[in-house]
């Protein structure tokens, strides 16, 4: 892959982070300007690959793989809460943090927010502590399992009423 394509994509995933060129370069460890050689494909970024997608909290292949229609890359990414805000608002403005979602997340037509889901305490629904939760912000269907925010810890309950979101989906990592 050529250094151009991949400095295109970190550049899409900083500015997609609201990130400087500077406030990235301080997390890699090198200058702003080594960065905007990296966006720009006039340096190999390699070297700082896996730090940088860790910074965005993606997997390295994401900014290594070949697109097939460059023109038309897209993210398939929603805000990621690795805590409750405390505007309790979920909108991208109030985390740093996007994970990668399956295009079905996207195609459903409503905004989408994802919460680790060690952070939701529950005892009726059984739930993992090792993945995350995707969420949409509004109640979609009549039947299913809501979020809800109760004396400061996320919960799942089955009434709408109240609800931060409905939950869509539960993504489970095994290692």
């Given at each position: 892959m050529k250094y151009k394509d991949v400095g295109r994509k970190i550049k899409d995933y900083r500015q997609k982070?609201?990130?400087?060129?500077?406030?990235?370069?301080?997390?890699?460890?090198?200058?702003?300007?080594?960065?905007s050689r990296y966006e720009r494909g006039l340096s190999s970024p390699f070297s700082r690959i896996d730090r940088i997608s860790e910074v965005f909290n993606i997997p390295s292949h994401q900014l290594l793989q070949k697109d097939n229609n460059a023109s038309e890359y897209k993210f398939y990414e929603v805000p990621l809460f690795t805590s409750l805000p405390e505007s309790k608002m979920f909108l991208p403005s109030e985390t740093k943090l996007f994970y990668s979602a399956p295009k079905w997340i996207h195609e459903i037509g409503v905004t989408v927010f994802a919460v680790e889901s060690?952070?939701?305490?529950?005892?009726?629904?059984?739930?993992?502590?090792?993945?995350?939760?995707?969420?949409?912000?509004?109640?979609?269907?009549?039947?299913?399992?809501?979020?809800?925010?109760?004396?400061?810890?996320?919960?799942?309950?089955?009434?709408?009423?109240?609800?931060?979101?409905?939950?869509?989906?539960?993504?489970?990592?095994?290692?």
């Open positions: 982070s609201e990130m400087t060129q500077q406030e990235l370069a301080d997390k890699i460890g090198v200058t702003w300007e080594m960065v060690k952070l939701i305490k529950n005892s009726t629904i059984d739930i993992r502590d090792n993945g995350i939760v995707y969420v949409s912000s509004k109640v979609i269907s009549d039947k299913g399992i809501y979020l809800n925010i109760e004396n400061g810890s996320f919960r799942f309950t089955d009434r709408s009423d109240g609800a931060v979101g409905q939950v869509l989906a539960q993504e489970i990592r095994y290692i």
